[in-house]
């Protein structure tokens, strides 16, 4: 098989693939849709030669395949989202869309409130909620609970920090409500990275093995508090 007709067979599969699939795929999954079909009973020798497809090939396919659809202009368009490949038509149809469907195609949008706690979540993850405070100057148990109800914001581990809070990030679905590739897509926001946040001070504990504080800065501690006791015993 020439290299330029795989090229070619291999965009028109997985265009094929991409049309005709209920949900975006990744490249992952388009690889497994290749293994799969070389190893079919039925499978010829084009099957068997894609199944060898590396996936740094299928993405550079993609991305020519998303450019040269871009380039004909048409309705619809072929985007990955949340590391996911799907067509999507042009916003442009938007309105005609929402009446052949007849329901909204996103939900409610979000009150301004909860975009402002999403979008320092977006771009200081991971943070607690107390730094989220610091940097709204209001609480925000409300607007937290809206934005993880909805699946946008999730707990991702906890703070090395005094009483380990809980920190949060944004998820997949975050990256698919607002149409991103991924995080690094998120739009400059300097001076929103730059607000300072006062950290709550570490842990300490007297056991070399846990301690976060180094092991002779604790010893050292100790020898002056017992130095400082003993001297208020002496007369």
Not at 154 to 163: H, L
Request: charge should be negative; hydrophobic fraction near 40%.
């Amino acid at each position: 098989m020439g290299v330029i007709k795989s090229i070619m067979e291999l965009k028109f599969i997985l265009e094929s693939l991409l049309f005709s699939a209920q949900k975006p795929l990744s490249v992952k999954e388009l690889r497994d849709v290749l293994t799969g079909a070389a190893e079919a009973e039925d499978a010829d020798a084009t099957a068997k030669a894609l199944a060898k497809t590396r996936e740094s090939e299928l993405a550079a396919a993609l991305e020519q395949l998303a450019h040269e659809h871009e380039t004909a202009a048409r309705s619809y368009r072929l985007a990955c989202v949340a590391g996911s490949w799907q067509f999507v038509t042009q916003p442009e149809f938007s309105q005609w869309l929402r009446a052949l469907v007849g329901v909204k195609i996103r939900p409610s949008r979000l009150s301004q409130p909860a975009l402002e706690t999403l979008a320092i979540i977006a771009y200081r993850q991971p943070i607690t909620r107390a730094e989220v405070e610091q940097i709204r100057g209001v609480n925000v148990d409300g607007t937290m609970q809206t934005i993880m109800e909805r699946g946008l914001v999730e707990s991702v581990g906890r703070a090395e920090v005094v009483g380990r809070p809980q920190t949060y990030g944004t998820t997949a679905l975050f990256l698919e409500y607002f149409g991103l590739r991924g995080l690094e897509d998120l739009p400059a926001a300097d001076e929103l990275r730059r607000i300072p946040v006062e950290k709550p001070p570490v842990p300490v504990t007297v056991d070399p093995g846990l301690a976060t504080t180094p092991p002779e800065q604790l010893k050292l501690e100790e020898t002056n508090k017992a130095e400082s006791a003993e001297q208020k015993k002496t007369p």
